[in-house]
């Protein structure tokens, strides 16, 4: 089952990919007299393992707090994705910049449900287990995951941010075999870890950047204490 850890983690790492700013190259229109400012783009593409995919991506940026004139804008952002292979994804993220940019707040959350399949090198099994040839069988699966994110930072010099950061994921596999029972196999997997992460950020702006920099550093601990099914 070693096809389907990988494909798992590589689904939960495009979903938190979606979290980080997603619209630095579509600047909301500005309206002086505006208090919230949305920037949106369609998503359309194509690929032979998922078929045709498309949905939307959409962010809103405000100010938490009318008299700081330093924090930047706090944004939240909505994403949707459905494919004719029936996968679909969603995914939140809330940004807070807070107290003249002493804090900053993050919060995400999302749920994915991707039909895949994989090659098992088992060259005697019977045809009616799957697409049968000599070296072995297609076998589909469904892998449902659903995640959040808490990302908590406190600036402790100009530009360093500091702060404890929390991640969570829950995963069903279900395997397109029926056992003798009449049920498909499944496997269950949850993540829990507790980490803290540092940021140099030393951008002009941090939605629409045009110079300095950023550099963003997460260490994560998975335990068992903390509800993880595994250490890994």
Partial sequence: MVYSKITKYRLFALLVFFANPLFSQNKPIKTKDKKVKIAGVPMLNYNRSYGFM???????????????????????????????????MFVAVQNFYLNEDRWRIKLVGGYGDMFFQYFQQLPNLPPALGEYNV?????????????????????????????????????????????????????????????????????????????GFYIDFKNRFNNEAFGATSTI
């Fill in 54 to 88: 498309f949905g939307a991506m959409g962010q809103a940026f405000y100010k938490i707090n009318k008299k700081d004139t330093i924090s930047p804008s706090s944004s939240t952002m909505l994403m949707g994705m459905y494919s004719t292979s029936k996968t679909h």
């Fill in 135 to 211: 070296d072995g069988v297609w076998i589909d699966y469904e892998n449902k995951v659903g995640f959040m994110v808490l990302d908590v930072k406190r600036r402790v010099i100009e530009n360093l941010y500091l702060g404890p950061l929390f991640t969570a994921s829950w995963t069903a596999t279900i395997f397109d075999i029926e056992n003798p029972t009449g049920e498909l196999p499944t496997r269950n997997a949850n993540m829990m870890s507790l980490g803290y992460g540092i940021t140099y950020d030393s951008r002009d702006n941090v939605n629409f950047p045009t110079s």
